[in-house]
């Protein structure tokens, strides 16, 4: 079997997983809760969080899979069975295989919407800046948000392209795909950049982000929490794309490269937001801006059609932020794939489109309960927590799933495989690797401490999804 598995090649790897980390949370998120959180001391926490607590998971999460060549549930599972705990360590697999499952259910709705977005934008660049026969931006993305039908649609259409490249395998359709599709996102988010930087909102947008001030507890663990997510880490996406690695790849140079370009690239996305939003006078500003979480698709188009070249740049904007939703849901839908490729025997052509019609159902009810649907919207199986399927769901993966998983890897890798494996491991295709203690002090308690911290805190009753 090993033979079909497919291996990446060297700058395959990187660009793949890079695509993986870097997506909706990035340019959608990262933002958003940025703007939140005041900037600042909060990007600050998040630079350091990426680094003691992120960069050493995903060393271990890449060596785990590279290790083992093959799913999470089959990586865990033979690595653990002389460790305590034996064959139980599977489920730590099963867990990631399990929340990837559910994660990609509700992103690929969101991922749906930048599609959509995408289409308005061509369409409002050709025929002039409409927001739907005058009313607001706000209500029209209420309308859309309440629209079951063109929910579901685009959500479909967005499971359809992520099942449509993995089904193509690990080299011609993950690895082909990423190496065309992450240049390309790069060069226009250069580009938007670049524009920024004539705007006069530039300046400020650089002092809120970099400005230091007070921070709270709260803030400081939605920055490690957005750590895990927007390096993919904690359900198995690493593992997975790191047993498809080449055994000649660095995994020191590469994770290191995976989160510096994740990072510069969520920093990237708040600077071209944040020069938009203050270029906007500050009294205008709260009425501008809406619920922080749909800036994106109500504040955005709004100031992209006042600019001289926002014609241009908003549908290219959209698609920046489609292209780097579909590498990851590439990557989480490979999860779930690469599980029954390898455990249940399934031939990868049957088991993408499986999985994927598996997702497009569950994403439906998630789709339908941002205001199509009032009963959907108006779940609460959790109480005050979450409301409605999709944050429900979001909230489950964001505050639970990927933490515990994050958990477990830490516990797995910095405590229970042997030194000498993981140095092995690390130093195979690298060369001597100095920081090894380094490594293994950071993973074996910087970050279970955070973790525990955040579980604390939502045991608590605390939400950060
Ligand atoms: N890292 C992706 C993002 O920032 C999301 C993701 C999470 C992808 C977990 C794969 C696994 O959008």
Redesign the pocket.
């Known amino acids: 079997m090993a033979a079909e598995r497919g291996t990446f090649g060297r700058m395959g790897f990187v660009l793949a997983a890079v695509g ?7 340019i959608w998120k990262f933002p958003y809760i940025t703007y939140a959180n005041e900037g600042g001391s909060f990007v600050l926490v998040y630079l350091v969080a990426v680094a003691l607590i992120g960069a050493p998971i995903m060393f271990a999460e890449i060596l785990i899979g590279r290790r083992t060549q093959t799913n999470p549930v089959g990586a865990f599972g033979t690595l653990g069975a002389k460790l305590p705990g034996g064959r139980l360590w599977r489920l730590a697999g099963g867990l990631g295989v399990l929340t990837g499952f559910v ?1 990609l259910s509700y992103y690929a709705v969101i991922a749906g919407w930048t599609v959509f977005y995408f289409g308005k934008g061509i369409g409002w660049s050709i025929n002039g800046f409409d927001p739907d026969g005058g009313t607001t931006l706000g209500d029209s993305f209420g309308a859309f948000l309440a629209n079951g039908p063109l929910q579901i649609l685009f959500h479909g259409i967005f499971v359809a392209l992520t099942v449509g490249v993995v089904v193509l395998g690990v080299k011609e359709g993950i690895e082909r795909v990423t190496k065309v599709l992450m240049p390309i996102l790069a060069g226009i988010l250069v580009l938007l950049l670049f524009n920024s930087l004539s705007m006069p909102g530039f300046g400020e947008a650089l002092r809120f982000l970099f400005h230091v001030g007070p921070l709270d507890a709260d803030a400081a663990l939605e920055a490690v929490g957005h750590a895990f ?4 880490l904690g ?1 198995g ?1 690493m593992v997975t794309y790191g047993s498809y690695m080449s055994r000649k790849s660095s995994i020191p140079r590469s994770s290191l490269a995976i989160c510096v370009l994740d990072t510069v690239v969520a920093l990237a996305a708040s600077m071209i937001m944040f020069s938009i939003i203050f270029s906007v006078p500050e009294a205008e500003r709260a009425t501008t801006f809406g619920r922080s979480s749909t800036i994106l698709f109500t504040t955005l188009p709004q100031m992209f059609y006042g600019m001289a070249l926002g014609r241009i740049l908003a549908p290219l904007f959209y698609i920046l932020v489609a292209f780097a939703a579909l590498t ?1 849901t590439i ?2 839908l490979e999860v779930v794939v690469s599980y029954l490729v390898d455990m249940r025997g399934w031939a990868r052509q049957k088991a993408a489109p499986v999985v994927g019609i598996a997702v497009f159902a569950l994403g439906i009810p998630c789709g339908l309960s941002l205001g199509a649907s009032e009963e959907l919207s108006g779940w609460r199986p959790l109480g005050d927590l979450a409301q409605g399927v999709f944050d429900t769901l979001d909230y489950t993966v964001s505050n639970w799933l990927l933490p515990i998983g994050g958990l477990l890897t830490a516990i797995f890798a910095g405590w229970l495989l042997s030194s000498k494996l993981t140095r092995e491991e690390i130093e195979e295709g690298h060369g001597p690797f100095p920081l090894f203690a380094v490594w293994k002090f950071a993973l074996r308690f910087i970050g279970p401490i955070a973790i525990l911290w955040i579980l604390w805190a939502v045991i608590q009753g605390r939400s950060f999804a």
């Open positions: 993986s980390a870097i997506g909706l949370g990035n994660l997510f927007t390096l993919s359900m996406a990851s990557s989480i």
